[in-house]
Each structure stands twice: as C-alpha cells, then as structure tokens.
C-alpha cells in the first residue's frame, strides 16, 4: 500500500463530500483512500485528494502528462489541482480505468462538468462516450437549449443540430430561468433564427400536405382541414413535429370522418410518408457559423489627426509592435491601474538607447491611442461606430480609467449610436456595470424590432438578459395595447363603420408589438398611411360619404390615446 503524503487531515474525512440541506450523505469516492500504488495525487476543488496512477493519465492525456512533468519535484508524488468537484473528478477516473464499468451519468449537470474536464484535458475517448449521453432522449427533450448551448461551445455540429431541432418543443417567448441557465444570448439569438425557419419548413409541408388531397379535404369540416388548422396553430407557437406526428394529435379530431379516396390505406400512408419527409429537419441547416469577431484594426482608423505620442518617460508597446510614449504622471492621474503598477518599486529594464521602461499591451495601436487621447487634455477621438468604441471600452474599463469610461459612456448615448445598434450597446452596458447606459440602450432597444437581432449584436450577453429585454418590450407592448383598446372612438361611421381611424388603430395594434413606443404610431406618417389604407376600399363601396375627415371626436380621442401612452415610464427596472 502506498504510503500517503498529505499534509492535509485524513483521507478518509476528506472523501466525505459537504453535507447538503443538512443532510449528511456518506459518498465513498472510488480514488479517495488507499489506490493501490497511486503515484499522482489529484486535488479538486471542494479540497479533496483523490489518488491515481501517472501511467493512465498520460496516456490518456497530453494536458495531463504535461501537468503531471512540471509537478514533479523531489521525491513526493506530484499534485495537480483539477478545476472540479471530487464528485466529477471520481466520475472522469471512473471512464480511465478499465475496471470500472462507468455508469450513465444521471444529472445534467454533472454531464456537463464532466465534459467540461474531459475536453480541458483533451481526453478524446471520453469526450467521444459523453457526446452520445449528451444528446439522449432524456437530456435532449429536458434541457434542449442547455444541450444545444454545450454543443455549439464545443463546436459539436451533430449535437448542436440535434438540440436545435429538439428545441423545437418550447415555445421561445415563454422559458423559464432553468431553460437558459448557462446559455449565452448568442446561443438564443440563433434559435430563434432556426425556429423561424424550420416553422416555415413545417407549416409549407403540411400546406402542400394538405393541397394534394381531394377537393372535399381542402373544405374546413374535413378531418385533413382541421388537422391542417390545429398543427398551424401548434407549430406557430411550437415548431416541432414531436407533436403534430404523435398518435393523439392524429387521432383528435377523429369524428370529422375519413376521407373515402384519400384515406384509403395506401394513399393516406404514402400522402403521409410524404408529410413527414418533407419535414425532416436537412443536415445541411443547422450549420452553425461562428460569430464573426470584428478586430479593431479592421477599420480604418478614425479620420481626426491623432496626436503622434512620440514624447514621454514610458513606452507602451501595443500588440501589433507600435511603441508610444507617455507620461507616467498623466497615466497615474488617469488610471487606478497605472498608479498602483508605477508605485511598485520598477526594476531596469535596457531594452532602449534611453532605457525607457516597456510595458506591453495587449491592446493594438489604435487601441491605446485613442485610449491615450481620452487621458491627455487633447481633443477627445472620433468613433464612426460601436465596433470602434468597444475595444477602448475594453482597455478604459482594464486598466481603470475611470474620466475615459465616461467618456466613452456619453459617445455610446449618443442618438446616432444608440440609434445604430442598441442592443449591442445594451450588451456592453451589462458587461461592464453601466447602469445609465443599460437603462438608455434599453429605452432605445424598444425601438427596433428586437425579434430580428443579429448574433453580433449580442455577443457577451447572456441569454437570461436578452430575454429580460424581450420580456419588459412585451410587457409594454401588452400596456400600449391595452390603452389604445379601451378608448373607444370619437366617432363611427354609419355607413361603413369603417373609417382611417380603425385603420390606424388596427395598424398600431401590430406596430407597437414589435415597437412599444409612441412617437412613431403618432407621427404623420403613419396616419397618412391608415388614411390611405382607408381611400384603397372607397371605390368598392358607393355611397360611402365618410372620406377620410378628421372630426373633433378623432382629434380629442388622438389626443387622449396619445397623452396615455408617452405618459408610461420608458425606463426598465435593472
Ligand atoms: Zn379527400
Ligand atoms: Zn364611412
Ligand atoms: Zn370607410
């Protein structure tokens, strides 16, 4: 029995895992104790130590063996701390040793832990075994969207389009903070691209089901009519055929009759096979493109002269081998950072003629430039848009500059910026704490369509946030609604009923769900085009004497319908 070497208590009290809501569990981990000629000591988080043999790690894992050569010193057994629980860790031996026949593992959550160790450590045998558990019924149909977010972070293109596709059984608007544990907004923003275009494949499919059939099917008593009409209704909400393909789906409006030619054995079955091929999700559709990350030295630099940074006591060397020159004093004034790094006692460094000290930086030129501009009392720089500002944003927020942040804050709530990509700037805002930010890009995310953001629109965001913003225009757009509803017209037409007030109202109706702000159902524009909308019908209606006035009665109740919506608050509780 090998001898341990700890310095830590007992090895039997550490193989006790916390106890849980006060309850005491006793777990024995197979690699805690004795392990019969262990030669390497594996430390996880939760400080347990779980023992095991060199020959099998390295073996298994270049990342591992290379671990194992830099811990070795002396005569002790090299430690290596694993960034994982002991529970995790036992599991990952457990898929080492050919002894242990390792079990399926019963948790998502430890699935993903464990995939996590495994792909860390390049372990390929094990990553193999797990993508199949990841992608089982069970955890596909419970957590669709955590399995599709795992895959696309490990580039897992079969898993990815088999959760996609699994997703298809929840209704996006309506997830709950479990669906989206963990998932990035990117992740989110693409579903709801792929829901949008499988539903179009699925409700085509069943439309040309349906057209294929006799005239007597196409009438709506039909049983193929009214299946037709109950799977719009469902996919629309949900696109998967997981339910329109079940047997008690089929078999619900059973009483409306077959069909005596087309629900003959043979033509139904073959009608349906059809059906269901042309439902089939193609390989080919969730390909998954990586987001596309825009470097800032991908744009040219701004247009305004920048001043040259030739004069200084301290150089500093931008990613891209640019040197410039600063005053340490300024750069102290400015930075929280830079006082604490110039405070520590510097050491010589001879790299230049004058010896100047070097930092390096993992910012670019243009980076640190335009960073230096913000810090000297120069003219501030130009940024033409958000890609321009986010990696001084970066580096403002990195190295403590607090005058810059602000700065930068007040370019990104500019109407032309905020206007150009709210949403991105609401992602930048959550990720560096802005609150005002967060609180103005949030008031200007209500005024695009948010269900058409772009993934680079919110690269960095989380899924649970994004959704939060979804949730709050909804929330609006429910409270627009309800106030243009319950006021009724001022006036009605007695002949047609009909007039370019109801127009507008039913064109606001659908406007202000995508975009639940005012200014623009009020605006000119689009009463004229209610008014127009109303002039199109006038020639199929003689007699019709209402034409397209504005009475009294319209103008108070625009005025009131008005009045009540600007008076909402535009401001989203963070
Ligand atoms: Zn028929
Ligand atoms: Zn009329
Ligand atoms: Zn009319």
């Known amino acids: 029995m090998a001898t341990s070497v700890n310095s830590t208590p007992s090895t039997e009290t550490d193989s006790l895992p916390p106890t849980t809501d006060g309850e005491s569990a006793l777990i024995l ?31 298994v894992s270049p990342v591992l063996a290379s671990c194992i050569d830099s811990a070795i ?5 090299p430690r290596i701390q694993l960034p994982a629980e002991a529970r995790i860790v036992d599991m990952l031996l457990t898929h080492l040793y050919p002894e242990y026949e390792p079990e399926e593992t019963a948790h998502f959550d430890d699935l993903l832990a464990l995939m996590h160790l495994a792909f860390t450590y390049q372990i390929q045998a094990v990553v193999t075994r797990l993508r199949k558990e990841l992608v089982k019924e069970e955890f596909l149909y419970a957590h669709p969207i955590r399995v599709f977010s795992a895959a696309t972070s490990w580039d897992l293109e079969r898993e990815a389009s088999l959760a ?33 275009r499988r539903r179009a494949e699925i409700l085509q499919a069943v439309e040309f089901w349906l057209s294929r059939r006799c005239k007597t099917c196409q009438h709506s008593n039909s049983w193929a009519a009214q299946f037709r ?39 139904f079955v073959e009608g349906w096979k059809e059906l269901v091929e042309m439902c089939r999700p193609d390989k080919i559709q969730y390909f998954i493109p990586r987001p596309r990350t825009i470097s800032p030295t991908d744009s040219l630099s701004s247009l305004s002269p920048i001043p040259s940074f030739e004069e200084g006591d301290i150089i500093l060397r931008s990613s891209d081998g640019i040197q410039l020159r600063a005053y340490k004093r300024i750069l102290m004034e400015a930075s929280v950072f830079f006082k604490a790094l110039f405070d520590l006692p510097q050491q010589c460094e001879s790299e230049t003629d004058e010896s100047l000290p070097i930092i390096d930086c993992q910012e670019d030129s243009i980076t640190l430039q335009k960073l230096l501009q913000l810090i000297y009392p120069v003219p501030n ?24 942040m602000a700065a930068l804050v007040s370019v990104l709530r500019s109407p032309r910026m905020l206007a150009s990509d709210p949403v991105r700037i609401y992602a930048l805002a959550c990720r560096y704490s802005l609150p005002s930010l967060s609180r ?15 993934e680079m629109s919110v690269v960095g965001l989380s899924a649970e946030s994004f959704t939060r913003l979804l949730n709050w225009r909804n929330l609006r757009g429910a409270q627009i609604r309800k106030l243009l ?40 524009e689009f009463v004229m085009q209610a008014m127009d909308m ?16 504005v009475t009294e009665g319209d103008r108070e109740w625009m005025r009131t319908l008005r009045a009540r919506v600007m008076e909402l608050p535009e401001e989203m509780e963070l």
């Open 29 to 59: 981990y197979n690699f805690a104790g004795s392990v019969h000629d262990a030669d390497v000591v594996l430390r996880t988080t939760d400080d347990v130590e779980l023992h095991a043999h060199q020959l099998i790690l390295r073996r």
């Open 73 to 77: 010193s002396g005569s002790s057994r």
């Open 164 to 196: 996609a596709e699994a997703s298809g059984i929840l209704d996006l608007s309506t997830l709950s903070p479990e669906d989206l544990r963990g998932v990035s907004a990117v992740d989110y923003v693409r579903l709801v691209k792929l829901h949008k």
């Open 229 to 267: 009409a109950r799977a719009v209704a469902e996919v629309q909400r949900r696109p998967s055929t997981k339910v329109i393909f079940g047997e008690d789906f089929m078999g619900r409006n059973a009483a409306a009759g077959a069909c005596s030619s087309c629900d003959l054995h043979f033509a």
């Open 381 to 404: 720089p130009d940024f033409r848009n958000v890609d321009e500002v986010q990696p001084v944003l970066e580096a403002a927020n990195k190295f403590e500059v607090d005058a810059a």
């Open 440 to 454: 103005a890009a949030a008031a200007a995310c209500l005024r695009v369509d948010l269900d058409e953001t772009g």
């Open 485 to 524: 509803s319950d006021q009724s017209y001022g006036h009605v037409c007695q002949v047609c009923r009909d007039r370019w007030t109801s127009r507008w109202l039913g064109l606001a109706l659908f406007e202000v769900s995508k975009r639940p702000v005012g200014e623009l159902i009020f605006s000119l």
């Open 534 to 549: 109303e002039r199109a019908t006038w020639q199929s209606m003689p007699g019709h004497y209402c034409g397209n006035s």
